[in-house]
């Protein structure tokens, strides 16, 4: 009996434990910005639109078209802006915060995204690998632009904060040749079949312009939308994309349609009456 009681035990606290870790493992996005057309591909619920405060989770393919952006904050506080004309799916997203274990994997099909990597990767127990068909960039914890053409199948990083590694991959998914280390104001790009290219410095000028092109929210955007309330993370800023990293302070929430005001019929005038003045004569007192 006593043996029984202690297999019980043991086998609720395995369950206990798994469910503990599948629950600490489920991770999910929710889109903070979308301009445009932004769609969001589910292998079990196919395809719909992306609005502000929908979540996104791993195995979803969040699609941009021509002139439109999205930007999606992750639960662990990781952002991901994409850009226009861009296809990345979000093939792992897995954080257990009882064993450490962290495991990020984007698949950027087509286009461009931006991230703003705020949890710390050791590229081993821990990593946030972005990949393409002929490349896959590795980073620990930093602000970078990756894209991917698929006409000339080339892939390319610039890095604003931190250091990416970039490694150049054949048809088989290896490594060809040696990774190279993208740092801070730096950019590189690798051919198919061919290792990257040594990084080469850019101008604070071309890295303003990099910035103010790929930035999902920028200063004097009034078109944005930016969820508050119930289901939206308190996670954004408006300098989280910014060079410099410099604190700015918190958006203002701008509506996307005027509000329905219902008027009725204008009240007559009111009429205001002198008050009227009440004279008390004093009664004789009688004898």
Request: glycine residues 8%; contains cysteine; hydrophobic residues 35%.
């Given at each position: 009996?006593?043996?029984?009681?202690?297999?019980?035990?043991?086998?609720?606290?395995?369950?206990?434990?798994?469910?503990?870790?599948?629950?600490?493992?489920?991770?999910?996005?929710?889109?903070?910005?979308?301009?445009?057309?932004?769609?969001?591909?589910?292998?079990?619920?196919?395809?719909?639109?992306?609005?502000?405060?929908?979540?996104?989770?791993?195995?979803?393919?969040?699609?941009?078209?021509?002139?439109?952006?999205?930007?999606?904050?992750?639960?662990?506080?990781?952002?991901?802006?994409?850009?226009?004309?861009?296809?990345?799916?979000?093939?792992?997203?897995?954080?257990?915060?009882?064993?450490?274990?962290?495991?990020?994997?984007?698949?950027?099909?087509?286009?461009?995204?931006?991230?703003?990597?705020?949890?710390?990767?050791?590229?081993?127990?821990?990593?946030?690998?972005?990949?393409?068909?002929?490349?896959?960039?590795?980073?620990?914890?930093?602000?970078?632009?990756?894209?991917?053409?698929?006409?000339?199948?080339?892939?390319?990083?610039?890095?604003?904060?931190?250091?990416?590694?970039?490694?150049?991959?054949?048809?088989?998914?290896?490594?060809?040749?040696?990774?190279?280390?993208?740092?801070?104001?730096?950019?590189?790009?690798?051919?198919?079949?061919?290792?990257?290219?040594?990084?080469?410095?850019?101008?604070?000028?071309?890295?303003?312009?990099?910035?103010?092109?790929?930035?999902?929210?920028?200063?004097?955007?009034?078109?944005?939308?930016?969820?508050?309330?119930?289901?939206?993370?308190?996670?954004?800023?408006?300098?989280?994309?910014?060079?410099?990293?410099?604190?700015?302070?918190?958006?203002?929430?701008?509506?996307?349609?005027?509000?329905?005001?219902?008027?009725?019929?204008?009240?007559?005038?009111?009429?205001?009456?002198p008050k009227t003045k009440v004279i008390?004569?004093?009664?004789?007192?009688?004898?």
């Open positions: 009996m006593k043996k029984q009681y202690l297999s019980w035990c043991v086998l609720g606290l395995s369950l206990f434990l798994y469910q503990t870790s599948a629950f600490a493992e489920q991770m999910y996005g929710v889109f903070m910005v979308t301009k445009g057309s932004v769609k969001v591909q589910n292998s079990k619920t196919g395809t719909s639109d992306a609005k502000v405060g929908v979540k996104v989770y791993e195995g979803d393919t969040v699609i941009t078209a021509a002139d439109s952006r999205a930007k999606i904050v992750m639960s662990d506080r990781n952002v991901i802006n994409v850009n226009p004309e861009t296809k990345i799916q979000i093939a792992k997203y897995q954080n257990d915060a009882a064993s450490g274990k962290k495991n990020v994997e984007l698949n950027l099909l087509e286009g461009k995204v931006r991230n703003n990597v705020e949890q710390t990767y050791d590229g081993e127990k821990s990593k946030f690998l972005i990949k393409t068909p002929t490349a896959v960039a590795g980073v620990r914890g930093t602000q970078f632009l990756a894209g991917y053409n698929p006409s000339t199948q080339m892939t390319s990083i610039v890095t604003f904060k931190g250091a990416v590694t970039l490694a150049s991959l054949n048809s088989r998914g290896q490594i060809v040749g040696s990774a190279v280390l993208v740092r801070k104001g730096e950019a590189t790009s690798a051919a198919p079949n061919a290792p990257p290219e040594a990084p080469k410095s850019m101008s604070k000028e071309e890295l303003k312009k990099m910035d103010a092109d790929t930035a999902s929210v920028s200063k004097g955007d009034g078109n944005r939308e930016i969820a508050s309330g119930a289901g939206a993370p308190s996670l954004v800023t408006a300098g989280d994309t910014s060079v410099n990293n410099a604190p700015e302070a918190p958006p203002q929430i701008v509506p996307t349609t005027r509000p329905n005001v219902v008027t009725g019929p204008t009240p007559p005038p009111q009429r205001f009456e008390v004569r004093p009664q004789p007192v009688g004898n």
